[in-house]
């Protein structure tokens, strides 16, 4: 699979599908793996490209300070190796800052947004478990339990009940044989901490969808409505029963929610 140097880092990413370009970006703490249950789904119809963000998977982990803005710039320096000069983008979470900083900065290298279960910047309690994880991994890389924890924030009640997934998820998650490193989480962690696009969202010209899951507790839906009340040209669509994950949780329902926002507007132009 491709891997590709871009300036100061090599970025691995994969492509499926034809038509339309979609780029998605993958949140803190993940890679291009965690589309896979939406990724062949869109590649229906588009031609969609992830990726591993900067210290994650398999693209480089420099000791360097990350900020999304750079994050950002990597996706960009992505899509000029690609010859793509115009794309959809998705952002997760983290990701969804970077995609937000993206469609904030380079207006002319979006066509329509979809910001998932993301806001205009981190809150201090989240900083504050993220620093908590940071700590937990230093003493003792211990994946399964890291994953456990991780699933608590992740998903809502309601799919824990269902016979499985979340067991399957976490011996899934900690076995992946691409683990993020301490170093990555640390930096990205740095680079999440720093973020604040509240000043620039408004500058978003694509048309948006801000996905939020009901049950949400990392990133509350009211956090991710400040988006929607802030964003000029932008919609919310909540999702019941899903929490911060509604791409992993619910991936049909994720995937026929962006194909009708995508679809039913102006294409690429």
Not at 18 to 42: E, F, N, Y
Not at 176 to 192: D, L
Request: glycine content about 8%.
């Amino acid at each position: 699979m491709p891997r590709v140097k871009l300036g100061d880092i090599s970025l691995y990413y994969e492509e499926q599908g034809k038509g339309q370009p979609l780029l998605l970006i993958a949140g803190l703490g993940a890679d291009h793996a965690s589309w896979t249950g939406v990724s062949l789904r869109l590649a229906r119809h588009f031609r969609v490209i992830t990726f591993d963000n900067r210290g994650s998977g398999r693209s480089d982990t420099p000791r360097t300070r990350y900020s999304v803005r750079c994050m950002a710039g990597d996706a960009v320096k992505l899509l000029d190796y690609l010859r793509i000069q115009k794309c959809h983008v998705i952002g997760h979470s983290m990701g969804g800052y970077i995609a937000g900083t993206l469609a904030a900065h380079y207006p002319e290298r979006v066509g329509m947004l979809v910001l998932e279960a993301t806001a205009p910047v981190s809150t201090a309690r989240n900083n504050f478990l993220f620093d908590d994880f940071l700590n937990r991994f230093k003493r003792g890389h211990d994946s399964e339990a890291l994953m456990r924890s991780w699933s608590y924030w992740s998903f809502s009640p309601k799919t824990f009940e269902r016979k499985g997934f979340v067991a399957t998820f976490i011996k899934k998650a900690s076995t992946y044989p691409y683990p993020q490193s301490a170093e990555g989480f640390k930096r990205q962690i740095g680079a999440v901490k720093a973020f604040d696009g509240r000043g620039s969202i408004k500058n978003i010209k694509a048309r948006t969808l801000v996905i939020m899951g009901a049950d949400d507790i990392l990133i509350y839906p009211a956090e991710s409505m400040a988006l929607v009340d802030n964003i000029p040209d932008s919609i919310g669509k909540e999702i019941k029963h899903a929490g911060h994950c509604v791409h992993v949780e619910m991936p049909a329902v994720f995937t026929e929610t962006v194909e009708r926002f995508l679809t039913g507007f102006h294409p690429l132009r």
